[in-house]
C-alpha cells in the first residue's frame, strides 16, 4: 500500500510522542489531585443538540457532527463543558456541593489545522460547581497556575490575564451602547490585544459612537493593572470582586503570575463573572488556558441556578512551549533487567526468571529468538537496560547466574533462587 | 431541561464509576510495562478506507461511519489493529523489530447495546510486531493473564482457550471439503462451545458433508485437551506449533491457566496462526479478551512481510466481572488535610498554607465559604480526611496550629512554620 490513510489535523501518538502528553497528563492529573478535584469523563459522542442548547446554529460549522445509523444527529465532543451541564443535571440534586470535577477528554474539533490547533487534541477541564465567586474563582485560577509550575515553568514564563465579565459589562452600562453593538464591542476589545492602536481604532470607527463612548473605549484600554482599577471610580460594582480575587491570589503567594488585563473578554456568550487567559510571557503563542465564571449555563439543563467556574487547558500549545523550553524529559524505556541466554536450552528457566521478576513490578526483557551472546547484550545497551542476567549453561547447573550493572559494567555471580519467588 | 441528551449505549463516568475504569486501566498499564511494551494510541478518527482494507464492505454496518465537512469518508475506529497496521507501515523501516506496543484506545461501535457490550468502550492492545511464532505467542498471553492476575482474578476464575489456525486448516486439509464450505464450517465450529450439540448437528445436516467430512468434524470436536493434541497424527504441522506453546506456558508458569480448545477458530478472517479467548470460568459471560497471530495483514499496509501477534481486551465484560467478584476496591477521596477556619479572617494564612502542602504533594480542601466550625468538621469527615488544621485565632498569633488526627481523634499543636515552605 503507497496511499498515506492518515486523517489531516490528527496525530499518531508514537511512543516518544505518547511519552510526551503522558508526562503533560501526569503533570495535570497530580495537580488537580492536590486540590481534591475528583475525575471523570464523559463519551466522545453526544447529541447535536446538546451543542445548540449552549452555543446556538454556528457551533455546528466547528463540528464534526454526523447522523447515525439510527437516525440520531449526533456530534462528537469539541470541549467539555456542555457534557459537565448535562452530567451536573443528573446528579445536583444528590450529591453535596460545591463539585469539584477535573478531566482530560479527547475533544475534536472540525477546524483549519495550524500552529497549536489540531483537529483532535486533549483538553485539562476544571470546574468547581455549586459555588459562587470568591476563594473557588481562586482556587480554579491557582490550579491553572500549579500544574503548569509542576511541568517547570515558572512566573517569568507564562502570566494570567484576569478581568471580570460584569465589571467589564457595569463599566460601559448607562453610556447608552445600543444593544446589537456591544458584542462587536467585544470583539475589538478582545482583539485590541493582538492587533496594533491604528487596527483598533479604525474598527471603532466603523461602530460610529458616540465621543463620551469612544472616550470610555480608551479610558477603560488604557487600565493597564490593578493598581489602575484601584483608582476607578467606585460605584463599579465588578471592580470589587476583582481586586478581591488580586488580594486572595497575592495571599496565596501567586500575585506574580497574575495581571489585570481590560483586553479579556472571552468570546463564549455564557461567562458571567471572572474571565481569564494564560498566556507565554513570549506573546508567541495562542492562550495556554482559558476559563472563568458560568453561573448561568447549568440553568438551562438542570432548571434550577448552579453557580459554576472552571477553565480547559489544552495539550497542543502547551506541548509545543515545553518542548521548545526543552522540558519534556527524554523518553527512556527503563528496562529493569534484560536476560541474555549462552544457548537456546535456557528458555524454561529464563521464562521462569523473568516471570517472577515481573511478579515484582521489574522491568524484563530478553530476545524472543536465540542470537549470539554479543548481539543480546547490544540489544540490552540499546533498550538501556539497568542490569543484563547472563544465563550461562555452568552457572545455571550450579545454580548460579551472572548479573552485569550495564551502567558499572560490573559482574557478579547471584544465586539463582534469589531470583525465583 | 427536562430531556434527558444521554446517547444510547454511551456511558457517563462519574467519578466513582471513572476510578473503576482508572483501576483497570493502571493494572493493565503496569503489566505491559513489566513486559517492556510502550505505550501508544492513535485518533479516534480514521478514514473509512482503512477499515475497508481489513475487513471488507461488511464491517461499515457495524461502525459510525460519516463524511465529513470536505468530504472525506471517515469511521470512529472500532477497533485498534488497523490503526496499528497504519502507523507501523510509517516506520516499520527505521525501528529495530520486534515492535512492541500496548494501548488502552478509546473505540466505538454502532452495535446493539447489551450485557457485556457498549457503544462506547475502551480496549487493552497488546501487539509484538515483526517476529513470528513461538516466545513471542507466549508472551502475549501471559501479558493477558498477568494484567488479569494484577487485577485479583486467578486461575479458578479465568481460563485462556488456545487453538492454532494453521492446526485447524490442516486438520480439514485433504477431506475435499468445497472452498465455499470452509467459512461456514468455522462458525459451526466456534459456535459448537455455546450451543447444544443438537444444534451443532443440524447444523453440520445442513452444510450437507460426506460421511467422511462430518466424521472428521466429529473427532475434531472431540479434542479435549493437549494430551489428546499428542496423540494425533503428527503429519499435522500446526499441532507441533500448539504443543510447543503449551509446554513453554508451562514453564513460565501459568500451565493452570491455558486450555487447547478446538471451538477458538475467531472470527476475523486474518489469524494466521495461534487464535485465543479469555474466558470467566463460570461461561455466562462473553469473553473477556481475543487474540492471534496476524501474520499476513500488514503486508497489505506495508508491502512487506511483517509477523505479528496481538490482542484485545475490552473494559466492559471485565468491568462486570471484577464487580461482580468484589475485586473493584472502594472509591475513596483520599484527602490529606482539610483546612478549618473558626473565623473568616484566616483565609489568607489557610491559602497560604494549602499552596505549601498542595506543593508537597498532599491533597488539601477547605471550605470555600466560612461556616461554623462543627459544620466545617463535618466536611472533613464526609471526604475522609485523614487530618484536620485547625487555624484558631489565639493559635495562630502565637505560630501555632491544631493538628487533629480524624481516625485516632487526637489533637496536637504543631508550629505554624512547619506547614509553610
Given at each position: 500500500m503507497k496511499v498515506d490513510l492518515s486523517v489531516r489535523g490528527m496525530r499518531d501518538y508514537f511512543p516518544e510522542i505518547y511519552h510526551r502528553l503522558s508526562h503533560i497528563f501526569r503533570a495535570w492529573r497530580e495537580t488537580a489531585l492536590t486540590y481534591g478535584f475528583e475525575e471523570f469523563d464523559g463519551p466522545v459522542i453526544e447529541t447535536l443538540e446538546l451543542y445548540k442548547i449552549k452555543s446556538g446554529e454556528e457551533i455546528v460549522n466547528q463540528l464534526y457532527n454526523f447522523t447515525d445509523k439510527g437516525g440520531r444527529e449526533l456530534a462528537l465532543r469539541p470541549?467539555?463543558?456542555?457534557?459537565?451541564?448535562?452530567?451536573?443535571?443528573?446528579?445536583?440534586?444528590?450529591?453535596?456541593?460545591?463539585?469539584?470535577?477535573?478531566?482530560?477528554?479527547?475533544?475534536?474539533?472540525?477546524?483549519?489545522?495550524?500552529?497549536?490547533?489540531?483537529?483532535?487534541?486533549?483538553?485539562?477541564?476544571v470546574d468547581?460547581?455549586?459555588?459562587?465567586?470568591?476563594?473557588?474563582?481562586?482556587?480554579?485560577?491557582?490550579?491553572?497556575?500549579?500544574?503548569?509550575?509542576?511541568?517547570?515553568?515558572?512566573?517569568?514564563?507564562f502570566v494570567v490575564r484576569i478581568n471580570n465579565r460584569n465589571f467589564v459589562s457595569e463599566y460601559f452600562n448607562g453610556l447608552g451602547f445600543d444593544k446589537h453593538k456591544t458584542g462587536p464591542l467585544y470583539k475589538i476589545i478582545d482583539n485590541a490585544r493582538k492587533v496594533s492602536r491604528e487596527v483598533t481604532s479604525a474598527a471603532l470607527d466603523e461602530l460610529e459612537l458616540s465621543s463620551g463612548q469612544r472616550d470610555a473605549v480608551r479610558d477603560y484600554l488604557s487600565l493597564n493593572n490593578s493598581e489602575d482599577l484601584k483608582k476607578l471610580d467606585s460605584a463599579i460594582e465588578g471592580k470589587e470582586s476583582l481586586l478581591n480575587v488580586f488580594s486572595l491570589m497575592e495571599a496565596a503567594g501567586l500575585k506574580n503570575y497574575c495581571e489585570f488585563d481590560p483586553t479579556i473578554v472571552r468570546g463564549l456568550d455564557y461567562y458571567t463573572g471572572i474571565v481569564f487567559e494564560l498566556y507565554d510571557r513570549s506573546e508567541k503563542m495562542r492562550a495556554i488556558c482559558g476559563?472563568?465564571?458560568?453561573?448561568?449555563?447549568?440553568?438551562?439543563?438542570s432548571g434550577v441556578d448552579v453557580p459554576a467556574c472552571g477553565f480547559g487547558m489544552g495539550d497542543v500549545v502547551l506541548g509545543e512551549i515545553l518542548s521548545a523550553k526543552g522540558l519534556i524529559p527524554a523518553y527512556k524505556k527503563c528496562v529493569d533487567y534484560f536476560i541474555v541466554r549462552v544457548t537456546d536450552n535456557e528458555i524454561d528457566i529464563m521464562l521462569k526468571i523473568a516471570q517472577s521478576l515481573r511478579k515484582r513490578g521489574m522491568k524484563v526483557e530478553f530476545t524472543y529468538r536465540w542470537m549470539p551472546v554479543k548481539k543480546q547484550m547490544a540489544k540490552a545497551s540499546r533498550v538501556q537496560a539497568k542490569k543484563a542476567l547472563i544465563l550461562g549453561v555452568d552457572e545455571i547447573a550450579g545454580g548460579m547466574v551472572v548479573e552485569k550493572d550495564l551502567a558499572a559494567g560490573k559482574e557478579v555471580k547471584i544465586p539463582l533462587n534469589s531470583l525465583l519467588e
Open positions: 470541549e467539555l463543558t456542555p457534557t459537565v451541564a448535562r452530567m451536573i443535571s443528573k446528579i445536583q440534586n444528590q450529591v453535596s456541593k460545591p463539585i469539584k470535577w477535573f478531566s482530560i477528554p479527547r475533544c475534536m474539533r472540525y477546524e483549519k489545522p495550524q500552529k497549536g490547533r489540531l483537529r483532535e487534541f486533549f483538553q485539562f477541564n468547581i460547581i455549586g459555588e459562587g465567586e470568591g476563594i473557588a474563582d481562586v482556587e480554579v485560577m491557582s490550579v491553572a497556575i500549579d500544574s503548569l509550575r509542576n511541568l517547570g515553568l515558572t512566573e517569568r514564563d476559563g472563568g465564571r458560568y453561573n448561568d449555563l447549568l440553568r438551562e439543563f
